[in-house]
């Protein structure tokens, strides 16, 4: 029996160890193929798969050139027996091939074929062992399954987003060369991450940072604009009665209300969903709930033993002094802030509540489905906050009475508005555009 074990850069000749027997041998000896059979089941694990080589590759396989011309000139047969290695086939992905992997027959499987004047026959089969074990592409080790485009281990796909999230700069402190396998994987990050890119992982599919939920966003939003309380604007503060004339008080409140309306632009800008509205849309919602969120918010700060006042743009006030330009609309914040604090509204709830007070229903809204869609979406965020805030769960009908806040401080925009309206008419200073504009949008007509 003659055997010839080829050695070739072919994917398919990589993988494959072979024996050829002559027609003589094989006609001759029919024990001989028998022998194989048990020489392979003796010495080679138990096959899970096989895959039959396709005919057109075999000449290729065949490449000893006096093989080729004392057994397949002469009208031979060749029965070729291919030995497994103990790898899988791998394209140069390093992906497994799929589209020719069967389940092994009981008896390794006999193909015949005609090449030239020759009748050839050959048995195939590829012994990947009692289980499959993936290779990560980076460092070696055991990998769980594809991640961002490529096999990889765990620890591979953890430091490849994390790098990605971070946005994280690596510095190699030798030649950007240093090996990277199971062992020495942590030893060098940017040569890790090189490798990473090297192999195929895709940096566009990782997200760029964790998902924020709804209610996190809205906290944020309402945090960014709050003033800071470490330079609070002192500069009008002060405890005796106010010296300043009629108009120059009215001016004052103008001030107060036209930057506070500014910051309260910023944030609702950074409500997820809000721009997404079309323009004349957001300037309706805007507009509308302007008023309200300056009560609102004002109210929070406020502490009902605490006899001063800290506007969104971080002026402080005495309430004695805001009197003559807000007039009975003070009053009525001051009992709306006592009665909000005495529900100890937390962050989370409150920046819902902000959020709902934008997102609402009004007149001339365009895409009303679309207000409504996220009118519901933090609803729902705000009903999960309260079901889980184990500091609420015991207070009855807490969602409605916080919702029950939205049509109070309608009530209190309409005062307001009735306040701008009695400056107006007293004429003392111009009311500036910002608040012209609002009041106007607010007319029925």
């Known amino acids: 029996m003659r055997r010839n074990i080829l050695d070739t ?47 057109e590759y075999l000449q290729e396989y065949v490449s000893d050139t006096d093989l080729m011309k004392n057994d397949l000139s002469n009208n031979s047969k060749l029965i070729r027996y291919c030995m497994p290695l103990q790898r899988p086939i791998s394209a140069s992905s390093g992906e497994p091939l799929k589209n020719e ?3 092994l027959a009981s008896t390794p499987p006999i193909t015949q074929f005609n ?40 620890g591979c796909k953890g430091f490849f987003k994390r790098t990605v999230q971070k946005n994280a700069s690596y510095i190699c402190l030798g030649n950007k060369d240093c090996p990277v396998d199971k062992r020495r994987r942590n030893r060098c990050q940017y040569c890790r991450f090189q490798k990473c ?44 009665k106010e010296s300043f004339c009629e108009s120059e008080q009215v001016q004052q409140f103008y001030n107060i209300l036209t930057t506070s309306i500014n910051v309260i632009k910023q944030m609702a800008d950074k409500i997820p969903g809000f721009l997404d509205f079309t323009l004349a849309d957001q300037e309706i919602l805007f507009q509308s709930a302007a008023l309200e969120l300056f009560v609102l918010r004002l109210s929070y700060r406020l502490k009902s033993t605490d006899s001063k006042l800290i506007f969104c743009n971080g002026t402080v006030l005495q309430r004695n002094q805001c009197q003559r330009s807000f007039g009975d609309w003070l009053s009525a914040i001051v009992e709306f802030s006592k009665n909000l604090h ?12 902000c959020a709902l007070v934008l997102i609402t229903d009004r007149f001339g809204i365009q895409e009303l489905k679309k207000v409504e869609l996220l009118q519901q979406k933090i609803v729902s965020s705000l009903r999960d906050h309260i079901t889980k805030n184990d500091n609420v769960q015991n207070k009855s009908y807490y969602l409605s009475k916080l919702l029950g806040k939205l049509s109070e401080l309608r009530t209190l925009s309409v005062q307001g508005l009735q306040r701008i309206f009695y400056l107006k008419l007293e004429d003392l200073v111009s009311t500036p555009p910002i608040i ?5 949008a607010s007319l029925p007509y």
């Open 436 to 440: 012209e504009h609002m009041f106007l």
């Open 9 to 55: 850069q072919n994917l398919e000749k990589e993988a494959l160890s072979c024996v050829f027997l002559t027609t003589n041998e094989y006609d001759m000896n029919s024990k001989c193929f028998q022998e194989i059979l048990d020489n392979f089941q003796q010495y080679c694990e138990p096959a899970n798969y096989i895959r039959s080589v396709r005919p």
């Open 197 to 240: 890119i090297s192999v195929g992982m895709v940096k566009e599919v990782c997200p760029r940072s964790p998902p924020i939920s709804l209610i996190t966003s809205l906290v944020r939003a309402y945090v960014d604009t709050i003033p800071d309380m470490t330079s609070l604007n002192y500069m009008y503060f002060n405890n005796q």
């Open 342 to 353: 005495d529900m100890q509204i937390d962050i989370s709830s409150f920046s819902c509540l």
């Open 101 to 103: 992997i069967c389940q």
């Open 115 to 154: 090449h030239s004047n020759s009748t050839v026959f050959f048995i195939s089969t590829i012994a990947y062992g009692k289980k499959i074990e993936k290779i990560c592409c980076v460092c070696g080790d055991t990998a769980a399954c594809q991640h961002y485009g490529v096999q990889t281990c765990e």
